[in-house]
């Protein structure tokens, strides 16, 4: 059974930082992509960025220059440093693993609300 759970949601002042963490476990799990999306209501799930093994990022361009994702060694955490938070990046945020960008595993979700 693959699991990914999530945490460090929460609610943050405009300007400040939050980072999450998720960790991957189960048999067969592939992490060659490790990403976080996250969703508003009424709006579809959108990438906010992702790892590919080898070494390759990529990011939502809103978020290029305050978000970092990073993972653990063996590739079973992942985490998305979130720095500079606007509100406009209140949403909940989903943790993804998986060999390509689709038909993976999801955790939960995490919510995030950034507001003074």
């Known amino acids: 059974q693959v699991q990914l759970v999530e945490s460090g949601g929460g609610l943050v002042q405009p300007g400040g930082s939050l980072r999450l963490s998720c960790s991957v476990s189960?048999?067969?799990?592939?992490?060659?992509?490790l990403a976080w999306y996250r969703q508003v209501p009424g709006k579809e799930r959108e990438l906010v960025a992702a790892?590919?093994?080898?070494?390759?990022?990529r990011y939502l361009e809103s978020v290029k220059g305050r978000f970092i994702i990073s993972t653990g060694k063996a590739r079973d955490t992942v985490y998305l440093q979130m720095n500079s938070l606007k509100p406009e990046d209140t949403a909940v945020y989903y943790c993804y693993s998986g060999f390509s960008a689709s038909g993976g595993h999801w955790g939960q979700g995490t919510q995030v609300t950034v507001s003074s």
């Open positions: 790892s590919v093994g080898g070494g390759i990022t």
């Open positions: 189960g048999t067969r799990v592939s992490t060659n992509v």
